[in-house]
């Protein structure tokens, strides 16, 4: 099993930024890569990026390329995702997420964190 406890989420004007941060607790050894998802009101949830914990290999949604950055800290078990250049159709929930080694899916969710961008 893995906690995951997600932090940083707030409100921002359009063009600002936030810092999004995913703590990991538990069989944390077993992680092969962590992400981000949003869902955003009535709508389905979506991929944001994500992350290898070991390699570092990273993919992003093509709506947040270019301006959303996912890091690691692995001395941590710590994810960030630092988000600039925000815009009001980022206003979602973000998760955090977990693939282990043993899955194809992830696994492991967050609370969720909320983000509102203004316009």
């Known amino acids: 099993q893995v906690q995951l406890v997600e932090s940083g989420g707030g409100l921002v004007q359009a063009g600002g930024s936030l810092r999004l941060s995913c703590a990991a607790s538990g069989r944390t050894f077993g992680i092969y890569a962590m992400g981000w998802f949003r869902q955003a009101p009535r709508k389905e949830r979506e991929f944001v990026t994500a992350i290898t914990w070991t390699g570092g290999s990273t993919s992003y949604a093509d709506s947040v390329n270019g301006r959303f950055t996912i890091s690691r800290d692995n001395a941590k078990d710590t994810v960030y995702l630092q988000m600039n250049y925000l815009k009001p159709e980022d206003t979602a929930v973000y998760y955090c997420?977990?693939?282990?080694?043993?899955?194809?899916?992830?696994?492991?969710w967050g609370q969720g964190t909320q983000v509102t961008v203004s316009s």
């Open positions: 997420a977990v693939q282990p080694v043993t899955s194809t899916e992830y696994e492991y």
